[in-house]
């Protein structure tokens, strides 16, 4: 489990191109806790854990969620979707089934 969440911190990292530096300053850290992280000296607590996922517009949930390498994307979508009116999604829903089918 470990090995995981050091891992994930990295990949969300990675994908939204920032550096270990970077992600600690915004996180309001000393230069090298991301580092300390990424190499196994230490863990974030689980206050710092629910800061990492607000960072990165995730849930807890999709922290955890392997299947999609880009859960922010789907947070956002899920979060816009939300302020539709129930016609608008049923357009989005036919639109995402016949993107699905030509897969």
């Known amino acids: 489990m470990e090995e995981f969440v050091r891992n994930r911190i990295t990949q969300l990292r990675l994908n939204k191109g920032i550096s270990e530096y970077q992600l600690s300053y915004d996180l309001g850290h000393s230069r ?3 580092n300390n992280i990424s ?3 230490s863990l974030p607590s689980l206050s710092e854990f629910f800061y990492i996922c607000d960072y990165f517009e995730i849930t807890p949930q999709e922290f ?7 859960p922010e994307l789907i947070s956002k979508a899920m979060s ?5 009116d129930d016609d608008d999604i049923l357009v989005i829903l036919t639109l995402i089934s016949r993107l699905n089918k030509t897969k």
């Open 64 to 70: 955890f969620d392997t299947e999609h390498k880009t």
């Open 39 to 41: 190499s196994g000296k």
């Open 80 to 84: 816009e979707i939300k302020n539709l």
């Open 32 to 34: 090298g806790y991301i």
